[in-house]
C-alpha cells in the first residue's frame, strides 16, 4: 500500500522542478534537440520562444501526467531497476505520444492549433522527442534522487562533524 509522505512528496516534486528545468535549459535553449529532430525551427521557435509563458506550464503538467501514469506501471507491476523502470517511462511516453499524434492527424488540420499543426507537420519524430525528452526528464531525477542528494547530505554531516 503507497503511503503518503509530506516530507517525500516536497523532495519529489523540488526533484522533478529542478529536472524538468535543467532538462528544458539544456535540450531545448542550449542544444536546440527539438529543432535537430523535427527540423522544424518556425514550429519549435513558436512553442518555446514565442509562447514560452504557455507552453512550459503545460509541459510541466503534461510531462508530469505522463510520469506519474508510468511510475504507477512500475509500482503495479513491482519493476526493479532504473533501465526497466527507464524502458516504462520510454514506453508509457511513446504509446501516449502515438496516441495523440493519431488523434490530432485523424482530423483535418487546425491552424489555430499548435498540437495539430506539430503532429501534422513533423509527424511520428513528435514521439520520438518525447520520448528523449521524458527519459532525460526521468534519468535527471533519479541522478539527483539518488546520487547527488544523498552526496550532499553525506557532505553536509561531514561538515557539522
Not at 121 to 132: E, F, R
Amino acid at each position: 500500500m503507497l503511503k503518503f509522505n509530506v516530507k517525500e512528496f516536497g523532495k519529489v516534486t523540488a526533484v522533478y522542478l529542478l529536472s524538468f528545468f535543467l532538462n528544458l535549459i539544456v535540450m531545448v535553449y542550449l542544444l536546440n534537440i527539438p529543432q535537430l529532430i523535427t527540423n522544424e525551427p518556425s514550429l519549435v521557435k513558436e512553442y518555446y520562444y514565442q509562447k514560452a509563458s504557455k507552453s512550459i506550464p503545460e509541459d510541466l503538467v503534461i510531462v508530469v501526467l505522463y510520469l506519474l501514469l508510468a511510475q504507477l506501471l512500475v509500482y503495479l507491476f513491482k519493476i526493479r531497476g532504473f533501465i526497466r523502470r527507464l524502458l516504462v517511462v520510454c514506453v508509457t511516453t511513446a504509446l501516449l505520444s502515438t496516441g495523440f499524434y493519431i488523434y490530432f492527424t485523424s482530423k483535418p488540420i487546425k491552424q489555430s492549433s499548435f498540437f495539430s499543426r506539430w503532429f501534422h507537420t513533423v509527424k511520428m519524430k513528435a514521439v520520438l522527442y518525447d520520448v528523449i525528452y521524458l527519459g532525460m526528464v526521468y534519468s535527471l531525477m533519479i541522478l539527483f534522487l539518488t546520487i547527488v542528494f544523498p552526496m550532499i547530505k553525506d557532505y553536509a554531516k561531514e561538515m557539522n562533524n
